[in-house]
């Protein structure tokens, strides 16, 4: 069986799924503001706040790890300057901070960004940053597995929506930069 259309299907009986264009509401502004730099069809559904963290969201769905990307934005510095990143990581992995994106943006020292400067700077909700609408000064790193996905689920900027687009429509943004082996796979 097609999992895009276990996915869409799944979600479409439960939620009322419908073009994030004709939606706004449904999403941060910073994120309804950028959907126009996004080649592909983006969808948009309301939840309930409480099942805003990955696992529950998939627990409620009945949809596995494969049918989602988690956003982690992470930070370092070299030579005084900041490097900051948006890795988009499927549900089943993580990004791989230690090693391969602190490479990519050439620090001695990578970390999370703080909860307070992440959610002060995207201007999105804790638990519903997502890659669309980001300040144009952090790079995208997509994991190659979120790239080739037929569709997945990923924050909308809100704890209240999430939004669902294919793996091409993510690596479309500007500045997207697609990665192999950005995450490794959780044991």
Known sequence: MNTALTTRSRLSAQFDVRPAAQAPELMAAPTAAALPTVTGDVEVFAIDPEIADTAALLSATGLGPETSANCVLVA???????RIAACLVLADTRADVNKRVKKLLDVRKASFLPMDRAVGESGMEYGGIGPIGLPGTYRILIDSRVAEA???IIGSGIRGSKL?????ALASL?????????????A
């Open 76 to 82: 370092g510095a070299r030579s005084g300057e900041e």
């Open 174 to 186: 500007p500045g997207a930069e697609v990665i192999e082996g950005l995450a490794t796979a959780i």
């Open 150 to 152: 037929d569709e997945l």
């Open 164 to 168: 669902l687009l294919s793996g091409a």
